[in-house]
T-cell receptor
Framework: SQQGEEDPQALSIQEGENATMNCSYK?????LQWYRQNSGRGLVHLIL?????REKHSGRLRVTLDTSKKSSSLLITASRAADTASYFC??????????FGPGTRLSVLP | DTGVSQNPRHKITKRGQNVTFRCDPI?????LYWYRQTLGQGPEFLTY????????KSRLLSDRFSAERPKGSFSTLEIQRTEQGDSAMYLC???????????????FGPGTRLTVL
């Protein structure tokens, strides 16, 4: 089974609201990354957080990592219709491959 | 265009036929990854290369699947004797990745959508 599991599976919000999605994983990691996939488009890297970091910001994105709980959260503030996409977390461990979760489908309604 | 490119973008084939996909990574990237993605799911790792060396293969990669990266540049993924269950999007990604380096951002191509009839 995949290591990363996003929660919720689907999320609908109004434009301007904040969106929070969570990711849980099972084994130790070197880093955790979040990716976005728009309908019909490829995956785009959003942000990487290392295992020794607890919080990271990039524009309207805020990512937290709790290695004791093996979980991460992605917060998108002031959402826009263009944020409508699927969001995936992926974990990387030393010498191993990337493991992606099943994703959270975010819909931002105008 | 300096991104990752994949060809073809779409492939329709009959069960039992062989298919080959190509991936051209970002030129200075040492690592190249192949994933498979089905509808509503995240990408599933298939294999990855560090330059021309294939370092890891997933259990998903049956004997019918083979991947090469002969000169450490482009890569091909071949599926022999295709089955309907092989229908999926096949994604390629590359990263800078020096040997044993972690914390790599992957850059993905647009994918090749395979339909097996």
């Amino acid at each position: 089974s995949q290591q990363g599991e996003e929660d919720p599976q689907a999320l609908s919000i109004q434009e301007g609201e904040n969106a929070t999605m969570n990711c849980s994983y099972k084994t130790s990691i070197n880093n955790l990354q979040w990716y976005r996939q728009n309908s019909g488009r490829g995956l785009v890297h959003l942000i990487l957080i290392r295992s020794n970091e607890r919080e990271k910001h990039s524009g309207r994105l805020r990512v937290t990592l709790d290695t004791s709980k093996k979980s991460s959260s992605l917060l998108i503030t002031a959402s826009r219709a263009a944020d409508t996409a699927s969001y995936f977390c992926a974990t990387e461990n030393y010498g191993q491959n990337f493991v992606f979760g099943p994703g959270t489908r975010l819909s931002v309604l105008p | 265009d300096t991104g990752v490119s994949q060809n073809p973008r779409h492939k329709i084939t009959k069960r039992g036929q062989n298919v080959t996909f190509r991936c051209d990574p970002i030129s200075e990237h040492n690592r190249l990854y192949w994933y498979r993605q089905t509808l509503g799911q995240g990408p599933e790792f298939l294999t990855y290369f560090q330059n021309e060396a294939q370092l890891e293969k997933s259990r998903l990669l049956s004997d019918r699947f083979s991947a090469e990266r002969p000169k450490g540049s482009f890569s091909t993924l071949e599926i022999q004797r295709t089955e309907q269950g092989d229908s999926a999007m096949y994604l390629c990604a590359s990263s800078l990745g020096l040997v044993w380096q972690v914390n790599n951002e992957q850059f993905f191509g647009p994918g090749t959508r395979l339909t097996v009839l």
